[in-house]
């Protein structure tokens, strides 16, 4: 049995919780999460079809070379799906998992986000499917929370989520390598203007920068205090 392995025991000891500042998840609300595993890899397999179909259109306007960096939201949830099943089956990937501890943080607060920062320009979406939209990626992060259960977050692994959400970042808002930047389609012109004399591709940049920021801490921050308590209990 890994270590990874043990931290998602049910009779985890207290000496191996996170503060809460880093797990705000109820430890009853883990557990059921870890119980129903694969149930959990269903949810967010279900999730990455409807996302690839939400970006369908826009797969379209894109160039090819560039699809990788097209579905945010659908890659989040199909490395969560890919880590949580890899961990059941006994071989957890610290790569992936930190992949999609990334992923479900930046995507399942961007995401919301950018709803509320353009609310009066998503009026054409169905409200069932706005507040979908809003409280499924919110779930997003809820789920992001629990994977310090089943990883103890390796620097080289985190460098490995960072590298390509680094990347992300770039051919969304900065360096589009090929055409126009690749962001999530937005339903305002990007130099639309916006609050604080920022346009609108602006905003949104703005939002991810610092949600991508807050992955690699929390992330860090989790690994630190990980080796803390290994430390602790040596």
């Not at 919780?17 to 705000?24: D, I, K, N, R, T």
């Not at 699809?67 to 071989?91: H, Q």
């Not at 809820?142 to 089943?150: G, P």
């Not at 900065?174 to 055409?179: N, R």
Request: charge should be negative.
């Amino acid at each position: 049995m890994t270590a990874s392995t043990r931290l998602a025991d049910h009779d985890r000891a207290d000496d191996e919780a996170l503060p809460p500042s880093l797990a705000p998840v109820p430890t009853t609300l883990e557990d059921l999460g870890l119980r129903f595993a694969w149930l959990v890899v269903a949810i967010n397999l279900a999730g990455t079809a409807f996302g690839f179909w939400y970006y369908s259109g826009q797969f379209t306007e894109t160039t090819a070379a560039l699809w990788p960096w097209v579905p945010d939201s659908p890659l989040a949830t199909l490395f969560i799906a890919l880590a949580i099943a890899a961990w059941k089956l006994g071989r957890e990937q610290p790569w992936l998992t930190a992949l999609a501890f990334f992923g479900n943080v930046v995507l399942g607060l961007w995401t919301p986000y950018t709803l509320l920062a353009f609310a009066d320009s998503y009026a054409y979406l169905h409200p069932l499917m706005y507040h979908f939209l809003f409280w499924s990626h919110l779930s997003m992060v809820v789920q992001a929370l629990v994977l310090h259960r089943i990883s103890d977050f390796p620097v080289w692994a985190v460098a490995v989520a960072a590298v390509w959400y680094w990347s992300n970042l770039i051919v969304d808002y900065f360096v589009p390598v090929v055409g126009d930047p690749h962001h999530t389609i937005i339903p305002v012109e990007r130099d639309a203007a916006m609050f604080l004399e920022a346009d609108a591709l602006g905003v949104i940049a703005a939002g991810e920068v610092t949600f991508v920021l807050l992955a690699l801490f929390l992330a860090l921050a989790i690994r630190v205090k990980k080796c803390e308590g290994a430390r602790s209990r040596s």
